[in-house]
């Protein structure tokens, strides 16, 4: 059964930084395409990044290229999005995604973790 | 980047009522597109993908139909469970951007 528990939420001061975490279990991260998602409260879905299943490729929303880096530890099968320079608007409840091939032509976001809860206070 | 805009923001129905949901994308998008329902506190669960297709376990009331630029998610005899904020997403380039969602309420 695909799992995937994300961890490392929090309240941090703006401009400060903090790491995510989403382990996975079920199947092994370094072969899967995976994407951060976020949602600020009362507000709609956000994509945020993205890491290829083969090549690492990353991908990033505009609103937190520069600032936020998408990575995986396929020791750990965990995967990270390090956040830095952090803004009030970066607060949302932050969720990992496995994307799925299912040969249509593209990744979609079948298996989604539970969220975590991060707040910028300013 | 890729605009999608979803209509309506929300829509009130009743058990057993038949709704439409519908997303234009502002370029092609090879019918790369996905349906999200989430229900408050959960996260979102895929429904459909390239634009047609159910994923495995969604109910057959559900629904995606393509055409050009336009997409549409319905939702036939609405069950009590359906009520959620649906969904959609462009999975044709990066950024994958979503509609702004439709609030599915009880009548």
């Known amino acids: 059964e695909v799992q995937l528990l994300e961890s490392g939420g929090g309240l941090v001061q703006r401009g400060g930084s903090l790491r995510l975490s989403c382990e996975a279990s079920?199947?092994?991260?370094?072969?899967?395409?995976m994407t951060w998602v976020r949602q600020a409260p009362g507000k709609g879905l956000e994509w945020v990044s993205f890491?290829?299943?083969?090549?690492?490729?990353?991908y990033y929303a505009d609103s937190v290229k520069g600032r936020f880096t998408i990575s995986r530890d396929s020791s750990k099968n965990t995967l990270y999005l390090q956040m830095n320079s952090l803004r009030a608007e970066d607060t949302a409840v932050y969720y990992c995604a496995r994307n799925v091939d299912y040969g249509l032509g593209s990744y979609y976001m079948a298996y989604w973790g539970q969220g975590a809860l991060v707040t910028v206070s300013s | 980047d890729i605009q999608m805009t979803q209509s309506p923001s929300s829509v009130s129905a009743s058990v057993g009522d038949s709704v439409t949901i519908t997303c234009r994308a502002n370029q092609g998008i090879r019918n790369w597109l996905a349906w999200f329902q989430q229900k408050p506190g959960e996260a979102p669960k895929l429904l459909i993908y390239g634009a047609t297709t159910l994923q495995s376990g969604v109910p057959s009331r559900f629904s995606g139909s393509a055409s050009g630029t336009d997409f549409t998610l319905t939702i036939s005899s609405l069950q009590p469970e359906d009520f959620a904020t649906y969904y959609c997403?462009?999975?044709?380039?990066?950024?994958?951007?979503f509609g702004l969602g439709t609030r599915l309420e009880i009548q």
């Open positions: 997403q462009q999975a044709y380039s990066f950024p994958c951007t």
């Open positions: 890491i290829s299943d083969i090549t690492d490729n990353t």
């Open positions: 079920g199947f092994t991260l370094s072969n899967s395409a």
